[in-house]
């Protein structure tokens, strides 16, 4: 499993932080990112964890799935990859 670099973190930040970012800007990400594992949720998915970094449009969580157990972790250098969740906005 791969570590998430810091250039990819940084560009994967650029596309979630736009602020009209919209989920087709992961459409290609396993393409753009090969071997970093994204997952998209719910925020009731992850209820009661603290994001890496919130965007106007998307929270950003990151994954460390070394060892036999997925957590979330706020460590980038030990990220092997991204929880994605869609801030819909309230009507």
Known sequence: ??????????????????????????QDFRQRFPGISLTRCDSSDVDGERPYKE??????YL???????????????????IIVVHNRKKS
């Open 55 to 60: 965007f106007a449009c998307f929270t950003l």
């Open 1 to 26: 499993m791969a570590n998430l670099s810091a250039e990819q973190l940084v560009e994967i930040e650029g596309l979630l932080s736009g602020p009209e970012a919209d989920p087709s800007v992961l």
């Open 63 to 81: 994954v460390n799935a070394h060892d036999h157990c997925v957590t979330i972790t706020r460590d980038p250098s030990a990220a092997t990859g």
